[in-house]
């Protein structure tokens, strides 16, 4: 019997500089070639599960439109033993940007972030500062703040970093643990102006520290990381819910390469 997925994505959402449906309907059509594929909204996947051998997340949105609905979806997925794809213990962004504060704190290379107003002396001196939701997607309730203006703001469920000059931002792409390809932005003001990237070794490297630290055996993860004026990579986010892979920026070979990897890892999901 053919393994069903059920396809989670929200065809109707409007992104800025992307068309989350276009890449979904192309997606789940390749992957019907190995699946039975049936699509449901968001808000329809906690009562549709059921049904299905492997649940695919995609562009669904950001979760901050829905929570109540995504955390029923999250805690019926974990309590019944639903298989999610991609898997639900994640610790990027699928539980929010704290993350990015325990990777500052370690030492990662990661754009310096808290979340507490004690903490803001440990942040390098700028002349401004970004302060985003812990739950946010798509710049959704960020802002941006003066050094002295810090003190007075409400960081309850915020982080704060400094706003980085960057020469360019790069997004490398992963099935499971292995790479597939990488984009890059090489106008910094222009965040979907992607093009094709060969990545060095180190950018490499220091992407898959990121995989390779996030507790995701089948899944897509993008590690989404700005290049700073001395060339060195910082970590900008780890996307571990519902990235956009913008698959039609690569080319057909690669293309097929990563519906492939998909097709198996899903594939070894179910019979798992």
Not at 126 to 132: D, E, I, L, R
Not at 185 to 192: G, N, T
Request: with cysteine; aromatic share 10%; charged share 25%.
């Amino acid at each position: 019997m053919p393994i069903r997925v059920l396809f989670v994505t929200d065809l109707t959402y409007q992104a800025r500089g992307r068309r989350y449906c276009d890449e979904d309907i192309h997606l789940s059509d390749a992957l019907r070639e190995h699946f039975t594929v049936s699509l449901c909204h968001p808000l329809d996947a906690a009562s549709l599960m059921a049904d299905a051998d492997v649940v695919v997340v995609r562009n669904s949105g950001p979760v901050v439109h829905y929570e109540a609905d995504y955390r029923r979806f999250r805690d019926e997925a974990l309590s019944t033993g639903v298989k999610v794809f991609t898997e639900l213990s994640g610790k990027g962004d699928q539980v929010g940007k704290g993350y990015l504060v325990e990777l500052s704190a370690a030492g990662y290379p990661v754009i310096p972030t808290v979340d507490d107003a004690a903490d803001i002396d440990r942040l390098p001196d700028a002349g401004t500062y970004v302060v985003k939701p812990r739950n946010g997607a798509d710049s959704i309730g960020l802002r941006t703040v003066g050094r002295d203006d810090l003190p007075g703001t409400d960081l309850a469920g915020m982080l704060v970093q400094p706003r980085v000059a960057f020469e360019h931002e790069v997004s490398f792409y992963f099935v499971d643990r292995s790479f597939q390809y990488a984009l890059f932005a090489p106008d910094p003001d222009v965040r979907w102006g992607l093009e094709p990237y060969e990545p060095t070794p180190a950018d490499l490297a220091f992407a898959q520290r990121f995989v390779d630290w996030n507790d995701v055996d089948h899944g897509i993860q993008r590690v989404d990381a700005c290049r700073t004026s001395d060339g060195d990579l910082l970590l900008v986010e780890l996307e571990d819910l519902n990235p956009y892979l913008s698959l039609d920026l690569v080319d057909a070979d690669r293309r097929a390469a990563f519906v492939a990897a998909t097709a198996d890892s899903i594939g070894r999901l179910a019979a798992r």
